[in-house]
T-cell receptor, first 109, second 111 residues
Framework: GEDVEQSLFLSVREGDSSVINCTYT??????LYWYKQEPGAGLQLLTY?????DMKQDQRLTVLLNKKDKHLSLRIADTQTGDSAIYFC?????????FGTGTRLQVFP | DTEVTQTPKHLVMGMTNKKSLKCEQH?????MYWYKQKAKKPPELMFV???????INESVPSRFSPECPNSSLLNLHLHALQPEDSALYLC??????????FGSGTRLTVV
């Protein structure tokens, strides 16, 4: 099966940039996604990237994809306390989303 | 309406009870999904419905029974659950494009 790995925890100061990393194993994935989950809540789609792209920018979010290394990252510029949450990357395998292990982002003043 | 609505938000049930979880979307999405998320873990796929037909069952025990009565509605019928089935149950839908929209989930506790 596919394994999607993320580092467990990231702590940043408010106003700094955050970079959350993800590695995946299925080279046939067509789309890769980033979701945000706040405590007790569902999943909020942040952004997604097609596998033939290497970068996508959407306001404070920048996604980088290195298909050769099967590495995906999410950069959040000017991180705010409201960005504190768990962030999941996910790869799409036919009609299934395979989620990463999740990274807890903590933003401190 | 750009939301996936799940009811109830919380459910406590005994091991001999029968209950149902409901998911509704009015975005015209033709694919709908059930995911299960245990505490501190990523969501795991349970079922996929495409055009109201079950297309994927990830070897889910028969005590979980999905139903798609129409293109806007997805149910998950629960019977004879175990305490280890306690989790957050998430519904999602997808249009012909590529974004998956998730509901806020039903937090299920089996006692």
């Amino acid at each position: 099966g596919e394994d999607v790995e993320q580092s467990l925890f990231l702590s940043v100061r408010e106003g700094d940039s955050s970079v959350i990393n993800c590695t995946y194993t299925d080279s046939s994935s067509t789309y890769l996604y980033w979701y945000k989950q706040e405590p007790g809540a569902g999943l909020q789609l942040l952004t997604y990237i097609f596998s033939n792209m290497d970068m996508k920018q959407d306001q404070r979010l920048t996604v980088l994809l290195n298909k050769k290394d099967k590495h995906l990252s999410l950069r959040i510029a000017d991180t705010q306390t409201g960005d504190s949450a768990i962030y999941f990357c996910a790869e799409r395998d036919t009609d299934k989303l395979i989620f990463g292990t999740g990274t807890r982002l903590q933003v401190f003043p | 309406d750009t939301e996936v609505t799940q009811t109830p938000k919380h459910l406590v049930m005994g091991m001999t009870n029968k209950k149902s979880l409901k998911c509704e979307q009015h975005m015209g999405h033709r694919a709908m999904y059930w995911y299960k998320q245990k505490a501190k873990k990523p969501p795991e796929l349970m079922f996929v419905y495409s055009y109201e037909k079950l297309s994927i069952n990830e070897s889910v025990p028969s005590r979980f029974s999905p139903e798609c009565p129409n293109s806007s509605l997805l149910n998950l019928h629960l019977h004879a659950l175990q305490p280890e089935d306690s989790a957050l149950y998430l519904c999602a839908s997808r249009d012909s494009g590529d974004g998956y929209t998730f509901g806020s989930g039903t937090r299920l506790t089996v006692v």
